[in-house]
């Protein structure tokens, strides 16, 4: 359906580029990348990913190794992955016992 009105493109390539950064954090959240690995996966230059990082560090969701330079993820984001999984697994309880509850013979 088209009201006449052009359609407004609301797409941030810098904000595109950093969840796309975030997710590929989370391949190997233990050893993270290298600053150039992220650069080729994202196709930017280094200096974009060390502009990205920067901003992931002062969020509090990234974090530099010091002993090798990898970037990886703290444990902010992958805790809330974890509250994901408990919440699924809360309703998937709540769903059969429900279950239980309809499939019972009236007495």
Not at 27 to 49: F, Q, R
Not at 60 to 68: F, L, N
Not at 83 to 89: C, G, L, M, N, R
Request: with cysteine; proline share 5%.
């Amino acid at each position: 359906m088209t009201t006449g009105k052009p359609l407004t493109n609301y797409t941030n390539e810098s904000q595109q580029r950093l969840i796309k950064l975030v997710l590929f954090l989370f391949g190997d959240a233990i050893n993270g990348y290298s600053p150039s690995a992220l650069a080729k996966s994202l196709g930017c230059s280094a200096t974009i990913v060390t502009r990205d990082m920067h901003n992931l560090v002062k969020a509090g969701v990234a974090e530099r190794d010091d002993a090798t330079g990898a970037c990886r993820l703290t444990p902010r984001l992958p805790q809330q992955a974890i509250k994901v999984w408990t919440s699924i697994d809360r309703a998937e309880r709540r769903l059969e016992e429900s279950k239980q509850r309809f499939s019972r013979n009236p007495d």
